[in-house]
């Protein structure tokens, strides 16, 4: 299984990215989720959605201005980020699971991409 992130970049605060992530070699029925790291600080989950779309979940601080989505045709999961605050800012990670339930835990997914840099400057 590989991941490949992509779409990170320097933006300013309010303003909006959208990250992409594609997956080879991944079973279908999968959840795939987003997480970031900040420096200093542990890797957190942000979302995560169904193989079948019709469940997502986020965590509370992005709750509102992050939209996860998926193409199942094109095998990618896109996390759209609008109204960035700089505490946003972070490497943010493509990670995926074949769990039936969602996994808000980094120790629930056993795929990773290479993750990729979001920097909101204020």
């Known amino acids: 299984v590989q991941l490949q992130a992509s779409g990170g970049g320097l933006v300013q605060a309010g303003g909006s990215l959208r990250l992409s992530c594609t997956a080879s070699g991944l079973p279908f029925k999968n959840y795939m989720g987003w997480f970031r790291q900040a420096p200093g600080k542990e890797r957190e989950f942000v979302a995560a959605i169904r193989w079948s779309a019709t469940t997502t979940t986020y965590a509370d601080s992005v709750k509102g201005r992050f939209t996860i989505s998926r193409d199942n045709a094109k095998n990618t999961v896109y996390l759209q980020m609008n109204s960035l605050k700089p505490e946003d800012t972070a490497v943010y990670y493509c990670?995926?699971?074949?769990?039936?339930?969602?996994?808000?835990?980094?120790?629930?997914?056993?795929?990773w991409g290479q993750g990729t840099q979001v920097t909101v400057s204020s």
């Open positions: 990670a995926a699971t074949l769990s039936s339930m969602v996994v808000p835990t980094t120790t629930g997914y056993p795929y």
